[in-house]
C-alpha cells in the first residue's frame, strides 16, 4: 500500500467513514506516515413510544402542515451518514413499519406505561456499543436534518460533554451523551428523561445554538395547529 505524504505537519479532522469521526495527525515529517486515533461511533435513538396523554390519542401519527405525519418528519430528520447506528423505540406497529422502510432499526417497547425513562433503558442498553448516544424525541417536526447533522459535528469536538441543541441559553432535544453516561442513563426509573443524570452534571454540559423555530415541539392539539398555520 501506498504512504500518503504531506508537505508539512498538521493535524484534521478526517471523516473516516459515514458515521465513524476520528482525529488524524500526522506524525513523521520524512516518512509521511499518519496515524488514527479515538475513532468515535455514535449511535442515534429515536423515542417514539409515548401514550401522548396530554394530546389524547397518538400525536405522532398526526398529520403537520405537508401531509406527513410528525414521525415521518422525525424519520426524515435524521441524518443517516452521522450515524453508525439508528434505532427507533416504539410500541406502535404504523411507526416501526415507517422506520424500517427507512432502513433504521427498531425495538418494541413493551412497557410504556413505566415512563420515558423504559425507552431510555431499552434503547441506551441496545447501543452500548457506541462511543455515544444523541437521544432525540418525536415531536419536532420543524427540526431540520442540516441542524442536526452539525450538532453531531460539534460533539465529535466535544466527545466528553453532554450536548444539547439549545437557543439563548434554554436547553432542548436532541441531546447527545458520551458513554461515560449510559450507566446513570440505563438507571433512571419513572416517567424521567435524561434531564435528571444533566441536572447531576451541568459542569459537562454545552449547548450547540439552534434557531429557537426548530426546537418548538408537539404536546397539544393547539401546538399543532400552531405549527399548520404557520
Known amino acids: 500500500h501506498q504512504v500518503a505524504h504531506f508537505r508539512e505537519s498538521a493535524m484534521f479532522f478526517c471523516l473516516l467513514c459515514p458515521f465513524s469521526f476520528a482525529i488524524v495527525e500526522k506524525t513523521n515529517a520524512q516518512e509521511g506516515m499518519i496515524t488514527v486515533r479515538e475513532k468515535l461511533t455514535v449511535g ?88 455515544a448516544i444523541c437521544f432525540m424525541v418525536a415531536d419536532q417536526p420543524l427540526l431540520r436534518r442540516e441542524t442536526l447533522a452539525r450538532e453531531v459535528d460539534f460533539f465529535s469536538s466535544h466527545r466528553e460533554c453532554i450536548v444539547a441543541i439549545g437557543h439563548n441559553g434554554a436547553r432542548c432535544n436532541p441531546c447527545l451523551f458520551p458513554a461515560r453516561f449510559f450507566p446513570e442513563l440505563l438507571a433512571l426509573e419513572g416517567d424521567v428523561g435524561g434531564s435528571a443524570a444533566i441536572r447531576k452534571h451541568l459542569d459537562a454540559l454545552l449547548l450547540f445554538e439552534s434557531p429557537e423555530a426548530e426546537l418548538r415541539d408537539v404536546d397539544t392539539k393547539a401546538a399543532l395547529a400552531a405549527i399548520r398555520e404557520r
Open 44 to 131: 442515534c435513538l429515536l423515542m417514539a413510544a409515548g401514550n401522548a396523554e396530554r394530546f389524547g390519542e397518538n400525536k405522532l401519527l398526526c398529520a403537520a402542515w405537508d401531509g406527513r405525519s410528525l414521525i415521518e418528519h422525525a424519520l426524515d430528520a435524521i441524518p443517516r451518514e452521522c450515524f453508525a447506528r439508528v434505532l427507533v423505540v416504539t410500541q406502535y406497529p404504523e411507526i416501526t413499519a415507517l422506520a424500517k422502510e427507512r432502513g433504521f432499526e427498531t425495538l418494541q417497547n413493551g412497557h410504556p406505561e413505566r415512563g420515558q425513562s423504559e425507552t431510555i433503558r431499552l434503547g441506551a442498553r441496545a447501543l452500548s456499543d457506541c462511543d
